[in-house]
């Protein structure tokens, strides 16, 4: 009797077990998402660059003279004008030649008199038959050897001014100069000498190189050419923002055939002289036409293969992934060129937990533009020198 309960016993709980195991586990509650739509903002392009800061004029002065220094007129690395004196070599040589020149040339005007009143007295003599032709001939060619005397002795003179006055040693540009390379008492050269250098500040050059897919970006666009400046703004080393503006004012001619790029510079107001020549900085340049952008956040964004897609909520609460075509940053969101429209949900964040055709659980969210901070400053991608910023 006891077998039979305890037999019994077993056949129930086998069949409760059985029962059991026989019903499905409950599903799993819908994931929960936060969803909003893409922030729509008019955009334009930019490209980025690397370039260095250079003067669009500079010179080394040298003296046009031979000489002794004596006298500086500029102290070292002082901003100087145009036709300031630099540097005066000793007058006194240059001046003796001067005036001997200019005695010289006095003498063959005295002498250029006197043939022509040979010349007169000779042709009235003729007139009286009180002469020979032969005389007047000779006289007429005293008379133009004296003119030609003169007009060497004039040319003679104005080299000696000329001379006596490159003995002035003027600044031929304005702009900053570096420091005296004779000082008083040094001995200089004619043409090799060289006194100092100048260089001129405002504006100055921003000279950087592009490539071929730039360059047929910017001409296809009409971006560039010919009475086209596109705006660009420059950042230094140790500034988080673009804060100095100028304009493209050259293209070279050609492609570098070695590298592959094009040269070309920008026009920056320099006025207080605080961009130097040399100074390297980051450059960004117009790279299209102001276009009505949808961003979203990066974050937003799933690599699929070599797609990029994002996810969107549909009025059902249901997952649909839409490839999409990525643009440049602006304000730390990416452009979305196409693939989404501005009505759409798009998941922004727990992304990493849903699946195309799931349903998940919404709550409204907004995308925000990022602000850069100093420690942090806007700046492109590592894959792309594009970005993007709003008008």
């Known amino acids: 009797m006891l077998i039979s309960r305890r037999f019994w016993a077993a056949v129930l709980a086998t069949a409760f077990l059985g029962a059991c195991g026989a019903q499905k586990p409950p599903s799993p509650p819908p994931q929960p998402v936060v969803v909003a739509q893409p922030l729509q903002r008019q955009v334009e392009d930019w490209d980025d660059f690397v370039g260095q800061f250079e003067s669009p004029s500079s010179v080394q002065v040298r003296p046009r003279v031979s000489g002794y220094v004596t006298a500086v007129g500029f102290r070292d690395g002082e901003d100087v004008r145009q036709g300031q004196l630099l540097f005066q070599i000793d007058p006194r040589p240059y001046q003796a030649i001067f005036d001997q020149a200019k005695a010289q040339e006095a003498h063959a005007a005295a002498a250029l008199a006197d043939?022509?009143?040979?010349?007169?007295?000779?042709?009235?003599?003729?007139?009286?038959?009180a002469t020979s032709q032969q005389d007047?001939?000779?006289?007429?060619?005293?008379?133009?050897?004296?003119q030609a005397d003169v007009g060497a002795a004039?040319?003679?003179?104005?080299?000696?001014?000329?001379?006596?006055?490159?003995?002035?040693?003027?600044?031929?540009?304005?702009?900053?100069?570096?420091?005296?390379?004779?000082?008083?008492?040094?001995?200089?050269?004619?043409?090799t000498t060289i006194l100092t250098s100048i260089v001129a500040l405002n504006p100055i050059r921003f000279r950087f190189s592009g490539q071929e897919a730039l360059f047929l970006k910017y001409k296809r666009q009409n971006l560039i050419g010919a009475g086209l400046t596109p705006l660009v703004q420059i950042r230094l080393q140790d500034e988080p923002d673009y804060r100095w503006n100028g304009r493209l004012a050259f293209v070279d001619n050609a492609f570098d055939a070695s590298s592959g790029v094009i040269s070309a510079y920008a026009l920056v107001d320099n006025p207080s002289a605080f961009l130097t020549p040399g100074m390297f900085g980051h450059m960004r340049l117009q790279g299209s036409h102001p276009y009505a952008g949808l961003l979203v956040p990066d974050q937003a964004i799933v690599t699929d293969q070599s797609n990029e897609t994002v996810y969107v909520v549909g009025a059902?609460?249901?997952?649909?992934?839409?490839?999409v075509q990525l643009?440049?940053?602006?304000?730390g969101l990416r452009v979305i060129r196409s693939g989404i429209t501005a009505q759409d949900r798009i998941i922004i964040e727990g992304v990493q937990h849903v699946r195309p055709k799931a349903h998940v659980s919404v709550k409204a969210g907004q995308i925000a533009p990022q602000t850069a901070t100093p420690d942090a400053p806007a700046s492109p991608t590592s894959s792309s020198a594009t970005f993007s910023v709003g008008p």
């Open 154 to 191: 004039q040319a003679s003179e104005r080299t000696a001014a000329l001379n006596l006055g490159f003995t002035r040693v003027i600044a031929p540009i304005s702009g900053r100069a570096s420091d005296a390379k004779s000082l008083v008492g040094n001995l200089v050269t004619q043409d």
């Open 115 to 129: 043939a022509k009143v040979e010349l007169t007295r000779s042709q009235a003599l003729l007139a009286a038959r």
């Open 327 to 331: 643009g440049p940053l602006v304000d």
């Open 316 to 323: 059902d609460d249901v997952v649909v992934q839409h490839i």
């Open 136 to 146: 007047v001939d000779t006289r007429l060619a005293a008379l133009h050897t004296a």
